[in-house]
């Protein structure tokens, strides 16, 4: 069990967890999502994905952004993005990244809004290449 309280940190079976270390996009663990009308909506993560898919070691894909975050929290995996996520598929995560000193942003690396739909969550040491990635396929 996950537990963060804001200003008090976060726990994984009452044990203090942090994000990793991994310092380059190269060897990062990265996860996401792809929205539910991935097939008739050209806004659906596939040019992400495969981006991320050559400049990353490894992507996952989780069913839950919630879970996907607590993994970031718990050092499973070094970095997080998706997009057409609601309020409550990311206040829960948040809370957990933030105190366990992660970064999270909209893909624009502007202060995250659980209210707007993309996110852009990191352990802080690669999140400037995972927002140059998302920046490179937006002019495309």
């Given at each position: 069990?996950?537990?963060?309280?804001?200003?008090?940190?976060?726990?994984?079976?009452?044990k203090r967890i942090g994000v990793s270390?991994?310092?380059?996009?190269?060897?990062?663990?990265?996860?996401?999502?792809?929205?539910?009308?991935?097939?008739?909506?050209?806004?659906?993560?596939?040019?992400?994905?495969?981006?991320?898919?050559?400049?990353?070691?490894?992507?996952?894909?989780?069913?839950?952004?919630?879970?996907?975050?607590?993994?970031l929290a718990c050092r499973r995996f070094d970095g997080f993005?998706?997009?057409?996520?609601?309020?409550?598929?990311?206040?829960?995560?948040?809370?957990?990244?933030?105190?366990?000193?992660?970064?999270?942003?909209?893909?624009?690396?502007?202060?995250?809004?659980?209210?707007?739909?993309?996110?852009?969550?990191?352990?802080?040491?690669?999140?400037?290449?995972?927002?140059?990635?998302?920046?490179?396929?937006?002019?495309?």
């Amino acid at each position: 069990m996950i537990i963060a309280r804001r200003g008090s940190g976060a726990f994984f079976n009452g044990k203090r967890i942090g994000v990793s270390s991994i310092n380059t996009l190269n060897w990062a663990s990265l996860c996401t999502g792809f929205p539910y009308d991935l097939r008739t909506n050209a806004r659906n993560n596939i040019g992400n994905f495969i981006e991320f898919m050559h400049r990353g070691q490894a992507i996952k894909r989780d069913s839950s952004a919630a879970l996907s975050l607590a993994y970031l929290a718990c050092r499973r995996f070094d970095g997080f993005w998706e997009l057409k996520l609601n309020p409550w598929d990311v206040a829960a995560g948040c809370l957990i990244i933030r105190e366990v000193g992660g970064i999270i942003t909209d893909f624009q690396g502007e202060s995250f809004n659980m209210y707007e739909d993309d996110i852009v969550a990191s352990n802080g040491l690669i999140h400037e290449e995972m927002l140059e990635v998302l920046r490179e396929d937006r002019r495309r």
